[in-house]
């Protein structure tokens, strides 16, 4: 399948890094049917990059989302993500679990948004969402979003690993965002490593209700809500 083009050929190294974000953004996002039929765009936007190795990390689970059964990918997401609080997405649970501390947390990703002058429609989801934060990061402002993924880079660290203990295809496109060198800086070796970064691990599960069909969220030029 033919689409638009995902990035101009005058700033390759930078656009390529926005991209695999918008990538992993879809990736990771809940396998409705609007995501699976961006499967071949995805891989397409792949094919064209320059670096061998983070195509293939982003390869392992849009392989995985083109030969899956739809309502086998659906279930598998939500025992996932959902179900469990060890491989949760929502980055500030990581650090501040359910506490009061996570609630000025969250404050920081609404304000980013409102401050980037885009139309923000959540769609229900929590702002610290990692799929909202790579689409952010891609499509709003870069600077910003990449400055949120770097905070919150024990948060990705430890999604990452729990899901390689899972043995779960989606580690993939946690690690080709930590791949581009922006967003970790070192890179944790292990996971004890990773769980340093934080002073205080999650207390209580979070998850949300995707039996409605999923959650999509906008970000569109305009006057911010």
């Not at 990692?130 to 910003?144: K, M, W």
Request: net charge neutral; with cysteine; proline share 6%.
């Amino acid at each position: 399948m033919r689409g638009p083009r995902l990035f101009a050929r005058r700033s390759r190294a930078t656009d390529e890094g926005t991209v695999i974000r918008l990538i992993a953004s879809w990736c990771l996002s809940y396998p409705d049917d609007e995501v699976l039929g961006r499967v071949d765009l995805m891989r397409a936007a792949l094919a064209e990059m320059d670096d061998p190795q983070t195509p293939h990390l982003l390869r392992q689970i849009t392989d995985h989302l083109a030969n899956g059964d739809p309502a086998a990918l659906r279930r598998e997401y939500i025992e996932l993500f959902d179900l469990s609080k060890r491989h949760t997405l929502y980055l500030s649970y990581w650090s501040d679990g359910d506490t009061r501390r996570r609630g000025a947390s969250l404050g920081e990703f609404k304000q980013a948004y409102r401050d980037s002058g885009f139309l923000v429609d959540l769609r229900g989801e929590l702002p610290d969402h990692l799929p909202i934060v790579l689409e952010f990061s891609a499509r709003a402002d870069p600077g910003r979003g990449v400055e949120l993924l770097e905070k919150h880079r024990a948060a990705l660290e430890l999604i990452r690993f729990a899901l390689l203990g899972a043995e779960s295809p989606y580690a993939g496109a946690v690690a080709a965002v930590e791949k581009q060198g922006e967003v970790i800086k070192p890179r944790p070796d292990t996971r004890l490593e990773a769980g340093d970064l934080v002073s205080v691990g999650p207390a209580e599960a979070v998850g949300s209700d995707r039996a409605a069909g999923g959650t999509r969220y906008v970000f569109r030029a305009g006057k911010p809500l």
